[in-house]
Every structure is written in structure tokens, then in C-alpha cells.
């Protein structure tokens, strides 16, 4: 009895879990399964329904892409995501915006609010890393040549 007192619940265990991830844990336990397989198939069914209604604009949003960009993105329901994201409180604003228009791979980001701040001044402007481009590319298709014929 003794030893019985001094165990910890499970729950107070799991300090660093989120509670919203303790939420659903016990959802998990007290509900069942078939109540959690209804609550799934309920949640799946609205995110089809919505994906059918987001079809047209889907298409019209491709179309305005970059031919890059749309490539990658063609199979993808950016405005499903989207439209999850916001449903569920995803604190990047700027995630969609740059998804559809190409992430930039030089100059500053805007912050994501997923992950801590961590400026770093660029070790290279735009225009030096341009000048560097015209030697280092032929470079890299060399190397990237030579290992594909490994």
C-alpha cells in the first residue's frame, strides 16, 4: 500500500505533452474504438466534401503559377491545406503565399512562428551569389554528370 501512494497517475507523467495531445489520448481511452472510427470517418468525410467544393479555385490557382512551381504543385490541394491549416489555428501566415509562388532561396524569410527566431545575416548578397553562379553551375552539372555515370 505503502508503494501505492507514491506512484504518479499516467497523466501527471506526460508534464511535456501538449494538452491538446492528452485531449485526444483520452479520447482514445474512454471513448473506443468505434466511436474513434466514427469521429475519423466523420472528420474524413468533411475534408472530402471540402476538397470537391475547393476543386474549381484548386484549378484556377495552378493556372496562375509559375511552369515550375505548378509542376510540383499540380497533384498537391494547396487551398485544402489552406483552408485545414487555418481551421486548426497553424500559426505560419505566410506558408500558402509561398507556396504558391516559390519559396525564395536567398534574402530574409518571414518568421514562420513554428521555430524560434535565429537571424543570420546572409553570408553572400544576392548580386555575389549571382556572380558565383556563372562558375559554380557548370561545376555542379560536371560533378552531377560524372555520378550518374558511376
Not at 489555428?89 to 527566431?117: A, Y
Amino acid at each position: 500500500m505503502d508503494d501505492a501512494v507514491h506512484l504518479q497517475h499516467p497523466f501527471d507523467l506526460y508534464h511535456a505533452v501538449p494538452d491538446v495531445l492528452l485531449r485526444v489520448v483520452f479520447d482514445v481511452i474512454t471513448l473506443g474504438p468505434a466511436e474513434i472510427a466514427l469521429r475519423r470517418a466523420s472528420t474524413l468525410k468533411r475534408w472530402v466534401e471540402l476538397a470537391h467544393k475547393l476543386e474549381k479555385d484548386e484549378v484556377k490557382l495552378k493556372q496562375n503559377m509559375e511552369s515550375g512551381v505548378e509542376s510540383i504543385l499540380r497533384p498537391k490541394r494547396i487551398l485544402l491545406l489552406q483552408a485545414l491549416a487555418k481551421e486548426l489555428g497553424w500559426p505560419d501566415k505566410h506558408l500558402f503565399e509561398e507556396i504558391t509562388n516559390g519559396f525564395r532561396i536567398v534574402g530574409l524569410q518571414e518568421p514562420s512562428g513554428i521555430f524560434d527566431l535565429e537571424p543570420r545575416p546572409p553570408a553572400f548578397s544576392q548580386e555575389s551569389l549571382d556572380d558565383a553562379a556563372k562558375f559554380l553551375r557548370p561545376a555542379i552539372f560536371h560533378f552531377r554528370k560524372k555520378a550518374l555515370m558511376k
